[in-house]
């Protein structure tokens, strides 16, 4: 994956924890989930249409380690009160 999605871009909806019933591959890197790993399915939206797209773990803590730099940078956005 080129660059790391955050989920405040593209998630539409919770992210929900997501146990393989059979080897899939993980939509960010796309290395092998075996059946019975643990992985996070995060609601993507493309288009009109939403997808429920899985991710393995690393993966997914790229994406919250992303979230947090876009958090912060909306932060420095908020004046002091």
Do not use: W
């Amino acid at each position: 994956m080129s660059k790391t999605p955050s989920l405040l871009s593209g998630c539409n909806g919770k992210p929900l924890a997501y146990q393989a019933s059979r080897k899939v591959n993980c939509f960010g890197c796309g290395t092998s989930i075996a059946m019975n790993e643990q992985a996070v399915q995060i609601p993507m939206k493309k288009g009109m249409r939403v997808g429920k797209k899985i991710h393995c773990l690393k993966c997914l803590s790229d994406i919250l380690e992303q979230t947090k730099k876009d958090m912060a940078k909306i932060e420095r956005l908020i004046p002091l009160a």
